[in-house]
């Protein structure tokens, strides 16, 4: 009789238990979900023609220009030999935009004093990993900067 | 029949005092204030820093609220706004010269009375939840100057955030989609402001005065703390004051001057002043690399600088995620001191407590003062 009672009692105390943990999700269900912020309408592009020509590439005082990839920023350099290169502009590290430091022919982040060479290799300061290094193709006056499709 | 007159008055006195007290029973309360005492001593000095702490944070609740008038969140609006604060809007920049001395100078009063309660061991039983409310109280500051630095969406503050919350991006597996609850989309922009605009006005006071008033309530119901030296001491060779009125004058003195203080430092030095500071600057531009220096404010500048220095890998995990490991873990054990040091709870001085908060100081230090010397 006893251990019925009990049982009884432990079986609505489990009813009423998760009705309240069911009851909290719900309200707390949409709550979440609407703080996460949906996906924004731009793709992630896979090739972007750019809206300058190498001339003004190489008219900058720092022989570099950034530029929009999809919704993420890319930085394109005009290297000594003539060559373009170009790279994803965000540190590996904590996001800030990299800059091409013609002076020391790197790419320098200036947060923390992050360095890549010119091919996007992290050489030395906190950077962890290397800048995703893009395809560039020249195509008359215009230039295309693709990703890489491996 | 100037007695007469007088008569009257104090009947009107204890008549509006008889009418009000029959409603609210503030008889009860005044007895309850006036029977409190405050211990005297050579460290008397440190009961004000709370209560300078309590007066900067209703400095920032005015001055947020008159700021809340003219500006308009938003990446196309948020530095007009502020601009057309500091120039046309009269006492504009005053306002806001105010409300930035005001908060730099709250965080630094909340720090240094935390630090006082952790050496004179004032967290010790009874007042365990008055410390870790303190903590999260600090937290919330905290919060508050990282939450507001981006509103005027200048350079500065642009990638101050984008580090920021790079940094909240490095946590491992939920790292991405807290970067991304966090920035309101994978890049800062105006979506960012939003968010930090509503943390900043609305998430963060609801939260802060919900602590505070827990804290202000332990507080009364503790009492000050004693130092420790008094353990052993026979009664009559303790001091105290009146709390009411006697340290409540004090109280409204100390508060008056530092208000004095914060006029001046805010009409002399309305943009700051060296490190200290908050010039408008250049308009944030998503598309420009950082400028040349580009620094946290001080009081994260510690943290900013120890993972500077971190390399990029220490054994086989990111610098980063083992400078926030140890950040997290010193955290914890500063949170949970009052459970810890079991000598302070028997109202004994903990050598280890001690040393281990000096060790906390000394980094901090040495951490702030490399950062701002090394480029
Ligand atoms: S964000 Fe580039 S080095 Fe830290």
């Known amino acids: 009789m006893q251990e019925k009672n009990v049982s009884r009692r432990g079986f609505i105390k489990w009813i009423t238990g998760g009705g309240i943990v069911a009851f909290l999700a719900s309200v707390f269900f949409p709550v979440v979900k609407f703080i996460i912020p949906p996906e924004s309408g731009e793709a992630n592009v896979s090739q972007v023609k750019l809206p300058f020509g190498r001339a003004e590439i190489e008219a900058e005082a720092k022989k570099s220009k950034t530029f929009k990839f999809g919704r993420s920023l890319g930085i394109i350099v005009a290297t000594p030999e003539g060559e373009l290169k170009a790279l994803a502009a965000a540190c590996t590290h904590l996001d800030c935009t990299v800059q091409h430091r013609p002076d020391l022919g790197i790419i320098w982040c200036s947060c923390h004093n992050g360095r890549y060479d010119l091919n996007g290799n992290n050489i030395s300061g906190p950077p962890p990993k290397p800048l995703e290094q893009y395809i560039v193709n020249e195509v008359g006056d215009e230039i295309f900067v693709a990703r890489e499709t491996s | 029949m100037p007695n007469d007159n007088n008569r009257r008055v104090s009947n009107l006195k204890e008549l509006s005092f008889n009418w009000i007290d029959s409603r609210l029973k503030i008889k009860a309360l005044i007895d309850y204030m006036s029977s409190k005492i405050v211990p005297r001593h050579n460290h008397s000095s440190f009961y004000y820093l709370g209560g300078v702490t309590l007066f900067l944070f209703l400095v920032q609740v005015c001055t947020g609220i008159l700021l809340l008038m003219y500006y308009r969140p938003g990446a196309e609006s948020a530095y007009e706004s502020v601009k057309f604060i500091v120039t046309e809007v009269s006492f504009g920049w005053l306002i806001r010269s105010l409300h930035s001395w005001s908060a730099n100078l709250m965080v630094l009063f909340a720090f240094l009375h935390m630090f006082t309660v952790f050496f004179t061991h004032a967290y010790r039983k009874p007042r365990e939840l008055t410390w870790y409310t303190g903590i999260g109280i600090l937290g919330l500051s905290l919060a508050f100057g990282f939450s507001g630095y981006l509103l005027p969406w200048n350079e500065l503050s642009f ?150 220095m971190l390399p990029a890998h220490v054994w086989f995990i990111e610098g980063e995620l083992f400078g926030m490991a140890v950040f997290g873990l010193g955290g914890m054990i500063w949170l949970l001191i009052p459970a810890l040091d079991r000598k302070a709870a028997k109202s004994k001085r903990s050598k280890l407590v001690v040393a281990f908060g000096a060790v906390v100081v000394l980094f901090m230090l040495a951490m702030t003062i490399i950062g701002y010397l090394v480029e």
Request: charged share 15%; hydrophobic share 55%; glycine share 10%.
């Open chain 2, 159 to 308: 990638f101050a955030t984008r580090v920021g919350t790079g940094m909240a991006g490095a946590v491992p597996i939920i790292g991405k989609q807290l970067m991304i609850i966090m920035r309101g989309g994978e890049e800062v922009t105006g979506a960012t402001i939003g968010r930090f605009f509503g943390l900043h006005v609305a998430i963060l006071p609801a939260l802060f005065v919900g602590l505070l008033s827990l804290h202000l309530i332990f507080i009364q119901r503790q009492g000050m703390s004693e130092p420790l030296e008094w353990a052993d001491k026979k009664p009559e060779e303790k001091k105290y004051i009146k709390f009411f009125p006697n340290f409540l004058y004090r109280d409204a003195l100390v508060w008056l001057i530092m208000l004095n203080i914060l006029a001046l430092l805010a009409v002399i030095f309305p943009d700051g002043i060296g490190v200290i500071h908050w010039p408008l600057g250049e308009k944030a531009d998503p598309f420009a690399p950082p400028p040349a220096v580009i620094r946290p404010e001080w009081y994260f500048m510690f943290a900013f600088q120890a993972l500077k």
